[in-house]
């Protein structure tokens, strides 16, 4: 049994070849498919899809996985962190505005 990639009629280097191109120049298909009745469309799908690699997108301004929460490690992280900041604010606001209140004689408590 062989283990490597060179076939004897060379079809897995070749599709190797071909994958190495896609990758590394990328590959567009878009497509419409509309479904109609009676003259009346109903439903129209729009398709778009890019196949390359990371960093040919990158090169082409593509990186919305970097910002998905369910592709991104480390969202839930920062979203706690945030949150930990915003409370932080929160509570020193407060401590500003109380510290900053009117005392009886309508001069700032010191």
């Given at each position: 049994?062989?283990?490597?990639?060179?076939?004897?009629?060379?079809?897995?280097?070749g599709?190797?070849?071909v994958?190495?191109?896609v990758?590394?120049?990328g590959?567009?298909?878009?497509g419409?498919?509309?479904?109609?009745?009676a003259?009346?469309?109903?439903?129209t799908?729009r398709?778009r899809?890019?196949?390359?690699s990371i960093?040919?997108?990158?090169?082409?301004g593509?990186?919305?996985?970097?910002?998905?929460?369910h592709l991104?490690?480390?969202r839930?992280r920062?979203?706690a962190?945030?949150?930990?900041?915003?409370?932080q604010?929160r509570s020193?606001?407060?401590r500003?505005?109380a510290?900053a209140r009117?005392?009886?004689?309508?001069?700032r408590?010191?």
């Open positions: 049994m062989r283990t490597d990639l060179q076939a004897t009629n060379g079809r897995a280097s599709l190797v070849d994958l190495d191109r990758l590394d120049k590959l567009v298909v878009a419409d498919i509309k479904v109609s009745l003259e009346v469309e109903l439903l799908i398709i899809l890019i196949v390359c960093d040919k997108a990158e090169q082409i593509l990186d919305w996985w970097r910002y998905d929460t991104a490690p480390g839930d920062l979203a962190e945030n949150a930990a900041l915003r409370r604010i020193l606001e407060r500003v505005a510290g009117p005392t009886g004689r309508g001069r408590a010191e």
